[in-house]
Nanobody, 117 residues
Framework: VQLVESGGGLVQAGGSLRLSCAASGVTISVHSMGWYRQCPGKQREWVAN????????NYADSVKGRFTISGDTAKNTVTLQMNSLKPEDTAVYFC???????????WGKGLLVTVSS
């Protein structure tokens, strides 16, 4: 499985960015696709996910109401629309795909998002 991310970049506080991720080589049953982020000097944290079977979405409290995740189960793609960005959203964002079998966990290379104040 390979995850290819696109989007990211530099934006002023209050602005918007859109991150996209496409998975290829998927031969496993997919449980979810989502996004994590790692802020400078901090551990990687979960941001949001899209569950394939139910098409349900889930968000970390820190982004709820500002970020929207959407997915296409057939195409194995996921998009994160980020609005009302804050400087504390500055991080490297990683796309993640989880299989239904425990331990099947795949990661993209990461995208830098920088929000200036």
């Amino acid at each position: 499985v390979q995850l290819v991310e696109s989007g990211g970049g530099l934006v002023q506080a209050g602005g918007s960015l859109r991150l996209s991720c496409a998975a290829s080589g998927v031969t496993i049953s997919v449980h979810s696709m989502g996004w994590y982020r790692q802020c400078p000097g901090k551990q990687r944290e979960w941001v949001a996910n899209f569950r394939s079977e139910s098409s349900s979405t889930n968000y970390a409290d820190s982004v709820k109401g500002r970020f929207t995740i959407s997915g296409d189960t057939a195409k194995n793609t996921v998009t994160l629309q980020m609005n009302s960005l804050k400087p504390e959203d500055t991080a490297v964002y990683f796309c993640n795909l989880k299989g239904t079998i425990f331990g099947m966990d795949y990661w993209g290379k990461g995208l830098l998002v920088t929000v200036s104040s």
